[in-house]
């Protein structure tokens, strides 16, 4: 038997609701988080750091974020990118006024600031509801990048509108600026990761979660019974918008270093989160993290079968991606709607029910 | 060998500027090893990498191909300029920003490792203003100039240039911001119409100057008075307009000409050898020729620097140091078959920007070519300087960067 | 009059034609989100589709010969021949009617009574799918549309009405392709909305929207409807690339318009024929008058928020757009 | 009552296994036969699988991930598995879904019309049979205006039924007619029912829980437990089998208990345990 | 009719108390459409009272306006003595009134222990903080809820489906998770909207017996609607009988089912 539970009995109600209440599960969870933080780091390079590693550690920050509000409260939102990019600006922003001030607490500043940020845009969500928000919530989009992008305070009146981060440090060690070693950059979002799934593993399996879920199920239904929907939107919204904020400080200041919010921080990465929790599956943290890393590994892929494999021109391989990510998405809709989670569940079901079909 | 990364964009909203450089860019590199054998003897090693005009994309080429031993950026975007900004630096890679990225760079004190010769949007809008100077009898005080640009980072760079020569020549100066991606720009051109400047500048990239020369052809604006800066002035900028885009002017860097002597080379080493880097049909264009014209500087730079340090196979620190020496002559231009194609420039330490020089050049749609109005015009060098130091200083000071010499 | 007054009139005019063109690419979502609860977001590729392969077939373009000549080591390009307009257009709605067809049948046949969401995704999808097809097809550099459509001011319109104010005013500027636009929309929605609200296939359409399950236990055919929608929007998106097209050649950028379109969508309603039009309308005069009075203020560029923002204070009082249909909410 | 109608098998459903999400197995072998002109009731409790195979029959498990994945289905002796729902409707099977399932946004005369979605014989015809709806459910015509989500629970199920009679099926298969109706509206559906078996010679195929009125009516029962029958037979002898007298007609020996007297936490019996 | 307003004790000896909750001449309209016109009628506290009618008559909407989803155009709610204003359904739902819902509402994406859960909602207040963390009152409050549900779940029976997504369960499983929702949030006031619609008769008496503990262990209110006669002539107190909007009958079981009017309008035939 490869997957079981028998045997594996609960004697509290504390242990039933643990976050992996089956033993092996728990296990292979200890051994990727020790893999994560005791083996990549020395074996981590910038090539790594920066081509997949970073990016798909902060995209599943804000995947997470995405998915508590789309997944587990119900409400779409294309606002991700303004989001992010207020995480962005709020920790350039910290950062050049506090110097001395921990980059560490910037970002969680920044994450705070974006979520009341998030929450005065969730306001709407108490009306509009469905596709009618999704579109609402391009307003905040386009609303913030022409902000950012306008009042040059933002971006500290520099001629052309770019932020840079300057260098800083955790530990004496640099995490931002052009100094920083792959390793430092790849811990401190592993660490901002890690956390942010455990808090996110946490709000989502209490009652807070339960709120949201029960307004994305039915939110008649859940207000009939007692669930204030202001209430609950409002705290998906924030939260949500907390680990976007967080995201996005991470992405301008670890990750890319320079940005400009038109360009890092347009529609198009509203989408990309979206399409990352839709393939990953909505409602489930796992799903987040599969769906980011499935769109940020599989160009990657896909570039260096076509490219350095087989010497097609770069341009054919960049539209075949097209095609073929286009395709594979469709593709894993038709085969498994709810994601690659989902898809997991079921494999898991399948091994659990090993060697008998049903 | 020699190993040469092309960050190009043949896909997304900016392919029809990406693809025709990278073309140029590539076919001189090809054309350099099948006549001479790359340079000096070293084979050049070109590794393309397809951004689609994106930052992280960006990043990711930047990271694959750095660790082949690159030796020097063209990054041919302002946002992954930036980005690549500190990371170069950090590794001691030279970055050669053509007329793009980031205008204060021509400081070379403060940014080592970073080149935006031979002219960039400083000198451009300068150049811009001395053009219509020259037009007017040296006089513009009255008129009223207005400046269209794309809502970012790049569209913005002018305005502060534009602002000081508004004030030192007496022209009403305004501005008109276009959105990304810029399809739509009625209100711009009803506002132009109903205010009647006497010129229009342009800042566009994308579509929003194919947009912008209909829209100035459909409220009637004569097309003359209509100036876009270099990389608003391709083919593919005015085509879709057809006839309506007459007269249409822009700015270029680099005067073009079909029957340059490279291009038999490019033809026959390279073309004709099966090897074009896209289907062969942009030669000779404005962007392809820019390409062609920003390899020939690459390549000018490592020869130099192979003199400098006498070794064939060089560093990226001593094509730095190539390009930091580089010294562009017309004589040498001759001789590599592009006559006059650019300005002579000359970089130093403290100038990494080059001369700024820019001609002026009006699109004849029915020959369907762009002709040249003007001879090189320089910019306003007292207007600019003071604002590159302003720049890069605040820029160094927040870096904590202690300017100075490598 | 005064030349300002007239000149907001002139504002507001060309904010109602700016409307109709944004319309044009709302009504290809509403038609399909009203028989399937599909939110296509595919639709803007769709119209840069559909004109790619309108020009494409006008110039006799080998398709996908980059590809071809990269796989075989050939060097072809074009046919060496030229296709009429009338011909081509036909030629690219069969083409459109097969990418239905294809679309219903490899897609969203197997995706029947999934939520909204996951449809929607695969849309996005599609649109990804699409957009490289295109590029593969027909290359990424910018076309010419030569269809021969008017193009510029009217003359007209401002001879005849620069007598209305003082000096400084120039008459009306009223784009001729604006016009055109505007007759094409008009006659385009009639026949949709007479087409949707009393013709059998029509109300099946609606009734597939509500229920598939229910549909489907009726007798009605899916597949049929669907591909029948995805044909319509293949023919809303060709018009919508054409007009489009026109302004700014055929280019990848076309894609991007059905951003203009989504706050039209929300203002008139995911449902309404008739909101398109009028939700089309609102949005441009509503955000050209608000960068003509307000822009200067704030530093321009406002278009794009603008309408978003405009579009979500009409949701805050009607949930559902102005014509949508109500939102049943019962227990 | 017609038990010994003379029988030809119109619908054959042989030994069918259905699985949902590939893992959930709910059919295990479901055989039965619905003869022409026949009332047949597909009994049982929740869950013993009555929707599934109505479902498996009009082939609308496919949108609910569900498939079959053994057994035969024929309609008038052709496999029918493969076809679509429309395909059969056109052949005049029509399923009224368990639930409802009304157009919420359309009317309640559009919600009829589209019923006739699948007919060609014309609009005088469509519009006979509108009145005929109209006249069994005398409700509708007065609502006939509103939209369908707007229309109280019983109301959507008279559309429901209506819709499907709009089709002028040879088989209706009946999910549930009976949930959530008022009493004389019950007797009132199952009235029809019964007319237009006898007038209109339209069989029926009808899962309800409400195994008292179905048998009243029904001419044969199968009993459903969960995936398998447990039981066949002609109505009236079902009618007096003890245990369906105990499990589904709550009829013991002294006759009807209250329900307030059930209080014996009586343990189910199952025949298949 | 049979109005009671004093506290009374049934046959089976059970105590009714004071008026609980009191409409009083409640009307509801729907644009042109009257869903309700002119009704008064009370519910004293541990009763059962049953709400019948054709379909159509307006039942659903007189539960809608007492849960709070519905606000009647004329008309005043007193809930415990006390005009109730105007108030969002959550805010009723605070007062102690829970219910089930006619077309069922659960919540589909989660399991049955988490719908369950949902019901103990206004019980459990721990901050952002808490949750976040999973630490003190959070997880405190976390265990002691589940107990309560865990019992709620054992007493309707529904222990071994607890950790089943609820999309997947039969129709009849649904409604007593329902219930369990319901009851979980220990209302004094417990509405059901056909509680036995859909179930066979073995499901019914099944489904009866909770009800009558419910009411009888917990001492807990009940107001439902129902179409099988049985059900409501065995388990109420007192029975109103709507018809178009109108109340043509209240009082106990036996008046009801004798009253001219009703048989007309509703029973068709006197029921037994
Ligand atoms: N889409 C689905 N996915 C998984 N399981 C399902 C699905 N639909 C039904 N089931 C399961 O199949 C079994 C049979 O369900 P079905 O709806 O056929 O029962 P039924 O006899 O119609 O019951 P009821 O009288 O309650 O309607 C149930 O146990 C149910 O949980
Ligand atoms: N939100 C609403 N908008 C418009 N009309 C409504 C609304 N809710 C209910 N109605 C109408 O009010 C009337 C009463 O509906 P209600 O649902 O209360 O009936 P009911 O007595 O519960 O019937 P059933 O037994 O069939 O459930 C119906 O005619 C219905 O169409
Ligand atoms: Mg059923
Ligand atoms: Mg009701």
């Known amino acids: 038997m490869l997957y079981r539970e028998a045997g594996d009995f609960k004697t509290s109600y504390q242990e039933d609701s643990q976050t992996f209440p089956i033993a092996f599960d728990r296990y292979r969870y200890w051994a990727v988080l020790a893999f994560a933080f005791l083996v990549v780091p020395f074996v981590i390079n910038d090539y790594w750091a920066n081509a997949i590693l970073v990016p798909f550690l902060i995209y599943a920050i804000a995947a997470i974020g995405l998915n508590i509000l789309t997944g587990y409260c119900g409400q779409v939102s294309l606002g991700t990118g303004g989001f992010m990019a207020v995480g962005a600006y709020a920790c350039y922003k910290l950062m050049t006024s506090f110097p001395d001030v921990s980059i560490v607490i910037h970002i969680i500043l920044s994450g705070g600031i974006t979520a009341a940020v998030g929450a005065a845009f969730g306001l709407p969500s108490l009306r509009i509801k469905g596709f009618y928000l999704a579109v609402a919530t391009l307003a905040a989009q386009f609303f913030l990048v022409w902000l950012f992008n306008k009042v040059s305070w933002f971006y500290n009146y520099s001629a052309s509108g770019q932020i840079n981060a300057p260098e800083r440090t955790v530990f004496g060690v640099p995490v931002t600026g052009p100094n920083t070693e792959a390793w430092a950059q790849y811990l401190i979002c592993l660490v901002f990761v890690t956390a942010c799934a455990i808090i996110a593993r946490n709000l989502t399996r209490g009652s807070l979660g339960r709120t949201w879920m029960s307004i994305r199920d039915m939110d008649i239904a859940a207000e009939i019974i007692g669930v204030n929907p202001l209430k609950a939107k409002l705290t998906a919204f924030a939260v949500s918008s907390f680990f976007i904020g967080i995201a996005g400080a991470l992405f301008f200041a670890v990750y890319l270093g320079a940005v400009e919010v038109g360009e890092a921080f347009g529609i198009q990465k509203s989408f990309l989160v979206l399409f990352m929790i839709i393939i990953g599956g909505l409602g489930s943290i796992f799903g987040s993290f599969a769906g980011a890393a499935f769109l940020v590994v599989l160009p990657v892929v896909l570039k260096l079968i076509g490219v350095d494999l087989l010497g097609w021109p770069t341009d054919l391989v960049a539209h075949f991606q097209l095609v073929i990510v286009g395709a594979l998405i469709m593709f894993f809709l038709i085969k498994e709607p709810h994601g690659l989670a989902q898809l997991w569940r079921l494999a898991k079901e399948k091994l659990r029910l090993w060697p008998f079909p049903y | 060998e020699l190993v040469i990364p092309d960050l190009s964009y043949r896909t997304g909203p900016y392919a029809a500027g990406g693809t025709p450089f990278s073309d140029g860019y590539q076919d001189y590199f090809n054309m350099l090893n099948a006549r001479d054998g790359g340079i000096g003897g070293e084979s050049i090693r070109i590794l393309e990498c397809e951004t689609g005009y994106n930052t992280e994309k960006g990043v990711e080429c930047y990271e694959a191909t750095k660790g082949e031993g690159a030796l020097i950026y063209q990054p041919l975007s302002t946002g992954i300029t930036y980005q690549l900004i500190p990371k170069a630096t950090a590794d001691g890679i030279p970055i050669h920003t053509m007329g793009y990225g980031r205008t204060s760079a021509a400081n070379g004190e403060v940014f080592n490792w970073v080149f935006n010769y031979p002219a960039n949007y400083w000198d451009a809008a300068s150049v811009m203003v001395n053009y219509l100077l020259e037009e007017n009898s040296g006089d513009l005080s009255g008129k009223k100039i207005a400046l269209i640009y794309h809502n970012s980072a790049y569209g913005k760079e002018p305005i502060r240039t534009l602002e000081e020569l508004s004030a030192m020549h007496g022209f009403e100066f305004t501005q008109l911001a276009v959105d990304h991606p810029g399809q739509e720009q009625k209100s711009q051109w009803l506002q132009i119409r109903r205010e009647r400047p006497d010129y229009v500048l342009m800042w566009g990239w994308g579509v929003m100057n194919q947009v912008a020369v209909q829209e100035a052809a459909n409220i009637g604006f004569p097309m003359e008075n209509f100036i876009g800066n270099w990389w608003a002035g391709a083919e593919h900028d005015v085509t879709p307009a057809g006839a309506a885009a007459n007269g249409y002017k822009s700015l270029n860097m680099n005067r073009i000409d079909a029957n340059l002597p490279v291009f038999d080379d490019i033809r026959t080493l390279v073309h004709d050898a099966g090897n074009a880097a896209g289907d062969g049909s942009n030669m000779g264009s404005v962007l392809y020729t820019r390409g062609m014209y920003a390899a020939m500087l690459a390549a000018e730079a490592i020869a130099k620097a192979q003199e400098i340090h006498g070794v064939s196979a060089v560093t990226p620190a001593m094509v730095r140091d190539g390009m930091e020496a580089l010294e562009i002559t017309d004589a040498r231009m001759e001789e590599l078959g592009m006559a006059r194609v650019g300005p002579a420039f000359s970089v130093s330490c403290q100038n990494h920007g080059g001369s700024g020089l820019g001609i002026v050049q009006q699109w004849d749609a029915t020959a369907g070519n762009w002709v040249a109005l003007t001879d090189y015009i320089a910019p306003d060098m007292s207007v600019i300087q003071p604002l590159v130091a302003e720049d890069s200083a605040a820029f160094a000071a927040e870096a904590g960067i202690e300017p100075g010499c490598l | 009059m005064s030349a300002d007054f007239l000149y907001g009139i002139e504002v507001i005019i060309n904010g109602l034609m700016a409307g109709v063109l944004y319309a044009l690419v709302a009504l290809g979502f509403v ?301 | 009552m017609l038990d010994d109608k003379p029988v030809e098998t119109l619908l054959e459903v042989n030994n069918i296994e259905v699985i949902y999400n590939h893992v959930i197995l709910v059919l295990k072998g479901v055989s039965l036969t619905v003869p022409k002109g026949g009332i047949t009731a597909l009994l049982g409790g929740n869950g013993a699988g009555k929707t599934t195979t109505l479902k498996a029959i009009s082939n609308l498990l496919h949108s609910e991930r569900g498939e079959v994945t053994k057994g035969a289905i024929t309609y008038r002796g052709e496999p029918v598995q493969d076809l679509s729902p429309e395909a059969l409707v056109k052949r005049g099977v029509v399923q009224v879904m368990e639930g409802r399932h009304c157009f919420e946004h359309l009317t309640i005369e559009e919600n009829l019309l589209t019923g006739a979605y699948t007919r060609s014989d014309g609009g005088a015809a469509v519009q006979a049979d509108l009145e005929m709806v109209y006249n069994y459910f005398p409700r509708l015509r007065e609502r006939r205006k509103s939209q369908a989500g707007y229309t109280s629970g019983g109301e959507q199920q008279m559309c429901a039924i209506g819709r499907a009679l709009m089709s002028r099926p040879e088989t209706i298969l009946l999910d549930e007619p009976s949930m959530g109706l008022a009493p004389q509206l019950v007797e009132e559906i199952f009235g029809i029912v019964k007319s237009l078996n006898e007038n209109e010679g339209v069989s029926f195929l009808l899962a309800e829980q409400n195994t008292n009125v179905a048998l009243r009516f029904a001419h044969r029962g199968y009993i459903l437990e969960s995936g398998r029958v447990v039981m066949e037979g002609p109505a009236a002898e079902l009618r007096e089998n003890p245990d369906v007298k105990e499990f589904y007609l709550g009829l013991s020996d002294e006759g009807r208990k209250s329900f307030r007297d059930v209080r014996s936490y009586r343990r189910r019996k199952r025949w298949l345990a | 009719m049979k109005d009671m307003l004093t506290p009374y004790v049934t046959e089976d000896g059970r105590q009714i108390g004071e008026t609980l909750m009191d409409m009083r001449n409640i009307t509801l309209r729907f644009g042109g459409v009257e869903a309700i016109k002119d009704i008064s009628f009370n519910i004293q506290e541990g009763e059962i009272r049953a709400i019948i009618g054709p379909n159509g008559a307006g039942k659903s909407s007189m539960l809608n306006v007492i849960s709070g989803f519905y606000n009647p155009q004329e008309g005043e709610v007193w809930f415990r003595g006390k005009k109730r204003p105007p108030m969002k359904p959550f805010q009723v739902a605070r007062l102690g009134i829970a219910r089930t819902f006619q077309n069922i509402a659960l919540f589909e994406g989660m399991s049955v222990l988490d719908n369950v859960m949902t019901g103990r909602l206004n019980h459990m207040n721990a901050g952002l903080f808490s949750q976040a963390l999973w630490k003190g009152r959070a997880e405190r409050e976390e265990t002691e809820n589940r107990e309560a549900v865990e019992r709620v779940i054992d007493f309707l029976e529904i222990q071994a489906i607890r950790k089943t997504p609820v999309g997947r369960l039969p129709y009849g499983l649904k409604k007593r998770v329902e219930l369990a929702r319901a009851l979980a949030a220990e209302p004094k006031l417990l509405l059901l909207d056909e509680p036995m619609a859909g179930m066979n008769v073995e499901e019914k008496e099944d489904m009866s017996r909770f009800i009558l503990d419910v009411n009888d262990e917990f001492g807990t209110t009940i107001a439902l609607i129902e179409h099988d006669m049985g059900v409501v002539m065995d388990l109420s107190d007192r029975v109103i009988v709507m018809d178009y909007g109108r109340k043509i009958g209240d009082g106990t079981p036996d008046e009801v089912r004798n009253n001219q009017e009703v048989i007309d309008a509703y029973l068709g035939v006197a029921h037994d």
Do not use: C
């Open chain 3, 31 to 331: 038609l399909i989100f009203k028989a399937s609860g599909i939110f296509n977001y595919a639709q803007g590729v769709m119209a840069l589709f559909a004109a790619l392969t309108l020009v494409g077939i006008m110039e006799g373009e080998v398709p996908f010969s980059h590809l071809i000549n990269a796989v075989f080591g050939t060097d072809i390009h074009h046919f060496g021949w030229e296709v009429p307009a009338l011909l081509a257009i036909l030629l690219t709605l069969v083409v459109m009617i097969f990418f239905a067809w294809a679309v219903q049948h490899f897609v969203f046949r197997h995706l029947v009574g999934q939520e909204p969401i996951i449809l929607f995704m695969a849309t996005i999808g599609l649109a990804y799918f699409l957009e490289g097809v295109g590029d593969l097809m027909w290359g990424s550099d910018i076309k010419t549309l030569a269809l021969g459509l008017p193009q510029g001011g009217s003359l007209w319109v401002e001879d005849m009405t620069s007598g209305l104010g003082g000096d400084d005013f120039y008459g009306f500027f009223i784009d001729k392709l604006d016009m055109v636009a505007t007759v094409v929309a008009i006659v385009l929605v009639t026949g949709l909305i007479l087409f949707a609200q009393y013709t059998k296939q029509g109300r099946a359409m609606r009734a597939v929207a509500d229920d598939h399950q229910a549909a489907l236990s009726v007798g009605i055919s899916l597949n049929f409807i669907w591909v029948l929608v995805w044909s319509l929007a293949g023919l809303v998106a060709l018009v919508a690339g054409v007009m489009w097209g026109a302004k700014s050649g055929v280019q990848f950028s076309l894609s991007l318009i059905a951003l203009k379109a989504l706050p039209v969508l929300m203002l008139g309603g995911f449902t309404s024929i008739p909101g398109a039009i009028v939700g089309g309308l609102i949005i441009g005069v509503g955000e050209k008058l608000f960068e003509y009075m307000i822009g200067p203020m704030v530093g321009g560029a406002t278009e794009n928020w603008f309408a978003y923002v405009l579009a979500l204070i009409f949701l805050v009082f009607r949930p559902q757009g102005l014509f949508g249909e109500k939102i049943i909410e019962r227990v």
